[in-house]
């Protein structure tokens, strides 16, 4: 380099040639700086200097004209991306840019998908009266494994014909044993065997609060106080609004008597539309719950699990005496699944009345869609296990896209080991907050 006797910053410059890949395509200049260190130029004014001669000469180049020494280039890359950056979220402009004769054809289009999605609602609507059809056939299964878990039957030994990895490991046990040691057992050992009663429950104890449990979901909704309760709890049944109705479906929670309220049945009817919206009709994508409705739950005197009384001591400013006032409010529990908050008619919903609603649809969908119709693959665990399975998947895929970041950031750390003009005294020191 020339000598620079007044050490004037020279002004860094990349020009970028079209030609062989094998020939040198970057030359960069170097700043020479007081000291008579050579660096390259940095900060605002490089980038600026780069963004506007690099990449006017880059945008022109193919993506396999851009030879190895320009994408090794910081600067370069680094003027890339702040023009890259600046296109995100903008439209290349190419509809607007369209003939009007070809807009016009392209409404022609709209029109006719806007055909297509009520046919779709159509479709969805038909679905839904075959789904009443066969709700008929469910529900004569349905009653019969409600009698199998409260006990008012007790199934055949065909019934119960069912091949399991443990009942073929029980088989392969009893064929090994020895004839010899089967006569080894006492006449007293027999008469002790005869004289122990099995354990026989009524049906399949907590059927129902086991499910609950074993959900996710569901067990944050029910409280302590409400396990006594829904031991009780015989049955969820799910009915399908008639042909020529709304379209809906109502979940029907069927109770044996009890201590907390007077109710056999508590039941949540959800509506659905099935019905493009005339201002967006594009965003329809089938049937959709829009409001629910509960019941009114007969508490017993004192058993309302829904509520709390809270005590609270008041001082009089004045005076300086105190008082003692009893304030009622809501408490959690799964009992408050059946006291939804209203969709307005007109207006607009807050964001926690929104959010709210949104759970309950999803809870109201799970129910219809999941539990009732798998209720035991539930109660074993089967049916959890299998979504389990692909929780687990996901969270490989990120165990293993974090471990991929972790060893870009050592190789990062290399290079910088690596780099001659990296000082690690320069690093700022990670500040230390204190709470």
């Not at 002004?11 to 094998?22: F, H, M, Q, R, S």
Request: aromatic content about 8%; glycine content about 6%.
């Amino acid at each position: 380099m020339a000598d620079n006797p007044d050490n004037k910053p020279v002004e860094t410059a990349v020009d970028i040639e079209i030609g062989d890949k094998n020939e040198e395509s970057v030359e960069e200049v170097e700043v020479e700086e007081g000291g008579g260190t050579n660096q390259t130029g940095s900060g605002d004014f490089a980038r600026q200097q780069v963004g506007e001669s690099a990449f006017a000469s880059v945008q022109n180049l193919n993506s396999g004209d851009i030879t190895p020494q320009v994408m090794s280039n910081p600067q370069v890359l680094a003027a890339l991306q702040d023009r890259l950056d600046g296109l995100v979220g903008k439209g290349s402009g190419y509809i607007d840019s369209l003939p009007k004769v070809v807009k016009r054809r392209i409404k022609a289009l709209k029109n006719l998908q806007v055909k297509y999605t009520k046919t779709e609602a159509k479709f969805y609507e038909e679905v839904h009266e075959l789904e009443c059809k066969y709700a008929s056939l469910y529900q004569t299964l349905y009653e019969k494994r409600k009698e199998v878990v409260t006990g008012a039957i007790e199934p055949t030994d065909s019934d119960c014909e069912w091949a399991s990895s443990e009942d073929e490991e029980e088989d392969e046990e009893k064929e090994l044993l020895a004839d010899d040691l089967k006569k080894k057992v006492t006449i007293e050992e027999k008469k002790e065997e005869d004289g122990k009663e099995e354990e026989r429950p009524n049906g399949i104890p907590e059927f129902w609060l086991t499910i609950f449990k074993n959900v996710d979901t569901l067990s944050q909704m029910v409280q302590e106080h409400d396990e006594p309760i829904l031991i009780h709890l015989e049955d969820i049944q799910v009915k399908f609004s008639e042909p020529g109705q709304t379209m809906g479906f109502t979940l029907e929670y069927h109770f044996s008597p009890n201590d907390y309220f007077t109710n056999k049945v508590l039941t949540k009817h959800y509506t659905m539309r099935s019905e493009p919206d005339e201002t967006d009709p594009f965003s329809f994508e089938g049937p959709e719950i829009v409001s629910c409705t509960g019941c009114t739950i007969d508490w017993k005197k004192g058993k309302n699990v829904t509520v709390k009384v809270i005590k609270k001591k008041q001082k009089h400013k004045g005076r300086g005496t105190t008082r003692t006032v009893t304030k009622t409010v809501q408490n959690d529990s799964f009992f408050n699944f059946f006291n939804p908050p209203q969709v307005p008619d007109e207006g607009e919903m807050d964001e926690d009345t929104e959010l709210v609603l949104a759970s309950d649809f999803e809870i109201g969908h799970f129910f219809r869609e999941r539990i009732i119709p798998k209720a035991v693959l539930y109660f074993t665990g089967e049916a959890i296990e299998d979504e389990d399975e692909y929780e687990e998947e996901g969270e490989e895929e990120v165990i293993l896209n974090r471990k991929s970041r972790d060893a870009e950031g050592e190789e990062g750390d290399e290079e910088d080991e690596n780099d001659p003009d990296y000082d690690p005294s320069k690093e700022r020191p990670q500040e230390c907050k204190q709470q």
